[in-house]
């Protein structure tokens, strides 16, 4: 007997002798592992070439460059794309949820590479974007790769993408609690002992790898030194209707932005376009350059003057009322830099950009207040620079728990929980009735193939229409007599239900139930004079299998109160879909992804 190849006897050695959650836990700190150290060559990848760009040729040498910089760096992603990675890299946590939701957690193997090679191009080169999606989706294919390679399932797998999910904004923020929260709230993943174990190992995982290549460096060092004041709460609140209200603009602005460059074909023209108007907004505005987090840490520590310096009009810094225009120009246009990095084809996050806007909004806001004699004390600027962060987060990506543990955990600003919950509770509760998805979500959202905390919803949204056509009923076309319908269909069909097709086009004409035909069927006379376009009739109603989804098949069932339902391809006969078979499928679903 032929000697068995040494990584199959160790699967049979894993299989006999570790449990399945031991083992699930074991994979959850190596993909911790990996997503702590795609975080940590994600980032010293970036901040080299941003060391060197901008730290060298700018200060050194011109301005101009910061014109050059986007375009030469979307110009090398461009060049990557295509002759290095030759696969499209998608935007990082939309390509994730995509792969969660429509192919059952399965990454292809070239996006635990593509990020990595891509947004420190985009990023470092001056990209408005951010690095945390990236680094999400790089933790994710490479726990997707680990999952198919040990053939753990479906459930299993996208478990172990969520862990990824946790791992690497464990490692970036140094935040392990918001990070498992972020997971649970963008990824919808169900919050159970068996899920809990694995995310807190991943999460912390991640955190030692970050302590171990990059010490005790933090993206925002701040301490609280301001508490929280009761005389401050109606401010909080205000601040979470501006929040939303800047979350609902940054919202539109993307997608219509997205939609703009959708409409160009060219790859090379949206890398001119794009490349040319980001680098033009750069130029004047240089704050807009890069992830922005200099700026943040200096507005936090109320050094306005250092994250304004440098603007193209030379303003005087000494004016509060210049800084706030400054100020609110920055959070205008940061999203506007950011969809222009998106649609030249650049790779990043949205995370980063968020986090900007959201602590100028703040800031900005508790400058207006200071400065317009409603209080007759100061508020603390950088207690609202924190809460406007933790607003804006909860509006844009919907994830108001991550924004509010988030930014308490970084900053160590638990005093300031109850602003926070405000703030992000407002924000989040009018964000949603304008826009029900995030902008994560927005696009899987529209064609319902997002995945949510909704049991029944996520259930269909994983279930595959094709699996469930069946095709094994035998057509009629419009022309046939009632005689060949009897010998030709009815005779040899195990069937009560018939499809009427046209002659030629093969497209869906009706249906023809045994019922309609058995008081007929038997009298010869009728054989000739009777055709199937006589007794045929409408469907109850059709499923379109290229358009319908899940949820809008079960609910057809529902309002036509029928067994069985006609699937065509634009109108073309495909075959049948069976309410049985389809709930069948949908408990079988159900049991695999709750075990």
Same mark, same amino acid.
């Given at each position: 007997?032929?000697?068995?190849?040494?990584?199959?006897?160790?699967?049979?050695?894993?299989?006999?002798?570790?449990?399945?959650?031991?083992?699930?836990?074991?994979?959850?700190?190596?993909?911790? &592992?990996?997503?702590?150290?795609?975080?940590?060559?994600?980032?010293?990848?970036? *901040?080299?070439?941003?060391?060197?760009?901008?730290?060298?040729?700018?200060?050194?040498? *011109?301005?101009?460059?910061?014109?050059?910089?986007?375009?030469?760096?979307?110009?090398?992603?461009?060049?990557?794309?295509?002759?290095?990675?030759?696969?499209?890299?998608?935007?990082?946590?939309?390509?994730?949820? &995509?792969?969660?939701?429509?192919?059952?957690?399965?990454?292809?193997?070239?996006?635990? #590479?593509?990020?990595?090679?891509?947004?420190?191009?985009?990023?470092?080169?001056?990209?408005?974007?951010?690095?945390?999606?990236?680094?999400?989706?790089?933790?994710?294919?490479?726990?997707?790769?680990?999952?198919?390679?040990?053939?753990?399932?479906?459930?299993?797998?996208?478990?172990?993408?969520?862990?990824?999910?946790?791992?690497?904004?464990?490692?970036?923020?140094?935040?392990?609690?918001?990070?498992?929260? #972020?997971?649970?709230?963008?990824?919808?993943?169900?919050?159970?002992?068996?899920?809990?174990?694995?995310?807190?190992?991943?999460?912390? !995982?991640?955190?030692?790898? %970050?302590?171990?290549?990059?010490?005790?460096?933090?993206?925002?060092?701040? %301490?609280?030194?301001?508490? #929280?004041?009761?005389?401050?709460?109606?401010?909080?609140?205000?601040?979470?209707?501006?929040?939303?209200?800047?979350?609902?603009?940054?919202?539109?602005?993307?997608?219509?932005?997205?939609?703009?460059?959708?409409?160009?074909?060219?790859?090379?023209?949206? =890398?001119?376009?794009?490349?040319?108007?980001?680098?033009?907004?750069?130029?004047?505005? /240089? /704050?807009?350059?890069?992830?922005?987090?200099?700026?943040?840490?200096?507005?936090?520590?109320?050094?306005?003057?250092? $994250?304004?310096?440098?603007?193209?009009?030379? =303003?005087?810094?000494?004016?509060?009322?210049?800084?706030?225009?400054?100020?609110?120009?920055?959070? #205008?246009?940061?999203?506007?830099?950011?969809?222009?990095?998106?649609?030249?084809?650049?790779?990043?996050?949205?995370?980063?950009?968020?986090?900007?806007?959201?602590?100028?909004?703040?800031?900005? &806001?508790?400058?207006?207040?200071?400065?317009?004699?409603?209080?007759?004390?100061?508020?603390?600027? !950088?207690?609202?620079?924190?809460?406007?962060?933790?607003?804006?987060?909860?509006?844009?990506?919907?994830?108001?728990?991550? $924004?509010?543990?988030?930014?308490?955990?970084?900053?160590?600003?638990?005093?300031?929980?109850?602003?926070?919950?405000?703030? $992000?509770?407002?924000?989040?509760?009018?964000?949603?009735?304008?826009?029900?998805?995030?902008?994560?979500?927005?696009?899987?959202?529209?064609?319902?193939?997002?995945?949510?905390?909704?049991?029944?919803?996520?259930?269909?949204?994983?279930? +595959?229409?094709?699996?469930?056509?069946?095709?094994?009923?035998?057509?009629?076309?419009?022309?046939?007599?009632?005689?060949?319908?009897?010998?030709?269909?009815?005779?040899?069909?195990?069937?009560?239900?018939?499809?009427?097709?046209?002659?030629?086009?093969?497209?869906?004409?009706?249906?023809?139930?045994?019922?309609?035909?058995?008081?007929?069927?038997?009298?010869?006379?009728?054989?000739?004079?009777?055709?199937?376009? +006589?007794?045929?009739?409408?469907?109850?109603?059709?499923?379109?299998?290229?358009?319908?989804?899940?949820?809008?098949?079960?609910?057809?069932?529902?309002?036509?109160?029928?067994?069985?339902?006609?699937?065509?391809?634009?109108?073309?006969?495909?075959? &049948?879909?069976?309410?049985?078979?389809?709930?069948?499928?949908?408990?079988?679903?159900?049991?695999?992804?709750?075990?």
């Amino acid at each position: 007997m032929p000697k068995q190849p040494l990584f199959k006897q160790l699967l049979i050695w894993r299989a006999k002798y570790i449990s399945h959650n031991q083992f699930v836990a074991i994979l959850s700190i190596l993909v911790g &592992f990996t997503s702590g150290v795609g975080a940590v060559v994600l980032k010293n990848l970036t *901040h080299f070439i941003q060391h060197i760009m901008e730290g060298q040729l700018v200060r050194y040498y *011109h301005e101009a460059f910061y014109f050059l910089f986007p375009i030469i760096g979307l110009t090398l992603v461009y060049l990557v794309m295509k002759y290095v990675i030759r696969h499209k890299v998608s935007h990082g946590i939309p390509s994730t949820l &995509f792969s969660i939701s429509k192919r059952k957690g399965i990454m292809k193997r070239y996006q635990m #590479f593509g990020s990595i090679l891509t947004a420190p191009l985009t990023v470092g080169f001056g990209g408005s974007v951010g690095l945390e999606g990236p680094t999400v989706a790089t933790g994710a294919a490479i726990s997707s790769n680990i999952a198919r390679l040990f053939h753990v399932n479906q459930t299993t797998r996208n478990l172990l993408i969520g862990c990824a999910a946790a791992g690497a904004m464990s490692s970036i923020f140094k935040a392990p609690i918001a990070a498992i929260i #972020f997971a649970i709230e963008v990824f919808s993943l169900d919050l159970t002992i068996a899920s809990m174990l694995p995310l807190l190992l991943a999460s912390l !995982s991640a955190i030692l790898t %970050s302590y171990f290549f990059l010490g005790n460096d933090v993206l925002l060092p701040f %301490s609280l030194e301001e508490g #929280f004041k009761l005389s401050d709460a109606p401010f909080y609140l205000l601040l979470g209707v501006v929040a939303a209200f800047t979350s609902i603009y940054f919202t539109e602005v993307y997608d219509r932005i997205q939609r703009l460059f959708d409409r160009i074909d060219s790859p090379i023209k949206k =890398l001119v376009i794009g490349g040319s108007l980001l680098g033009v907004l750069i130029y004047f505005i /240089p /704050p807009l350059y890069g992830e922005g987090f200099e700026v943040i840490n200096n507005l936090i520590a109320g050094n306005h003057e250092k $994250a304004l310096q440098n603007n193209f009009l030379d =303003l005087n810094l000494d004016n509060t009322w210049i800084v706030i225009l400054l100020l609110a120009g920055l959070v #205008f246009f940061k999203i506007i830099a950011s969809a222009l990095t998106f649609g030249a084809g650049g790779v990043g996050g949205i995370f980063a950009p968020t986090l900007f806007m959201g602590s100028i909004m703040g800031n900005c &806001f508790a400058k207006l207040i200071n400065h317009s004699g409603f209080t007759d004390y100061p508020v603390s600027e !950088s207690n609202f620079t924190l809460v406007g962060m933790a607003g804006l987060m909860a509006g844009v990506l919907h994830a108001p728990l991550t $924004a509010i543990f988030l930014i308490a955990e970084v900053t160590g600003g638990y005093e300031l929980f109850i602003p926070l919950m405000l703030t $992000a509770a407002i924000s989040f509760g009018i964000t949603k009735y304008f826009h029900p998805h995030s902008v994560y979500t927005m696009e899987l959202g529209r064609k319902g193939e997002l995945i949510t905390h909704n049991k029944d919803h996520a259930v269909l949204t994983l279930m +595959d229409i094709n699996k469930v056509v069946e095709t094994n009923f035998i057509k009629i076309t419009t022309s046939m007599t009632l005689g060949e319908i009897v010998h030709e269909a009815v005779i040899k069909s195990n069937r009560n239900i018939f499809p009427v097709v046209d002659d030629k086009s093969n497209k869906l004409k009706g249906i023809i139930l045994l019922d309609d035909i058995r008081p007929i069927m038997f009298d010869q006379s009728l054989y000739t004079e009777v055709y199937a376009r +006589d007794v045929m009739q409408a469907p109850p109603d059709t499923i379109d299998i290229k358009k319908d989804k899940m949820t809008e098949i079960m609910k057809k069932f529902q309002d036509s109160d029928a067994w069985n339902l006609p699937v065509v391809d634009d109108g073309i006969y495909v075959g &049948f879909i069976s309410k049985s078979k389809l709930l069948t499928m949908y408990r079988r679903k159900l049991i695999n992804i709750t075990q």
